[in-house]
């Protein structure tokens, strides 16, 4: 046989037994999808799972769709930076249905015990998220760093986010900026 055949054939038998896993319709939907779909659909997909209102004056919607995503579908920020994460009978650990406490979205205040408290993450005043500028946000993620006091952020899973890429960082930035403002900033 040729080498073309025994690749072909290999293929099919990989193929076969991704199906018989009940795997393959996931790995291959998205086969031949490009980049550029792809990227468009995290951005939809982002404004769909937005659990606010979004203010977008100002802001680059492809920016903060993928924020969006990127907080509300892989970062899990809520769950640390929002007390309490779900409102009441919204809780899918206790069997509910998910329901986010837009009220607290993203305004901190989960205590971790030994003066550990997350942030509020809101923009302030001025629209910068937790009051920090874009370049304070992006050395606190990289760094670990707080920005006011230099002390390391404990908990916050910087040491994971810190090897996000700068355009998907600003586009969390850029979508925290949309969220509304809530609670005391610091």
Not at 4 to 30: E, K, M, N, Y
Not at 36 to 58: C, N, Q
Request: aromatic share 6%; net charge negative.
């Amino acid at each position: 046989m040729s080498s073309t055949h025994h690749g072909r054939r290999a293929t099919a038998v990989a193929l076969a037994a991704l199906a018989a896993l009940g795997l393959g319709s996931s790995v291959l939907a998205d086969d031949g999808v490009s980049a550029a779909t792809d990227a468009s659909r995290r951005v939809t997909e982002g404004f769909r799972i937005a659990p606010v209102p979004l203010d977008l004056k100002g802001l680059d919607r492809t920016l903060v769709g993928l924020g969006s995503y990127i907080v509300n579908a892989q970062g899990g920020c809520n769950d640390c930076h929002t007390n309490p994460p779900y409102a009441p009978g919204g809780d899918p650990f206790d069997g509910g249905p998910i329901r986010i406490n837009k009220k607290g979205y993203l305004a901190g205040g989960t205590d971790f015990g030994n003066g550990v408290v997350s942030a509020n993450l809101t923009p302030d005043a001025k629209g910068l998220p937790e009051g920090n500028t874009y370049r304070e946000f992006l050395s606190a993620i990289r760094t670990g760093h707080d920005p006011d006091d230099g002390h390391i952020l404990q908990v916050m899973p910087w040491p994971v986010y810190r090897n996000m890429t700068d355009h998907d960082l600003r586009a969390v930035y850029e979508y925290l900026r949309a969220i509304p403002s809530r609670g005391k900033h610091e």
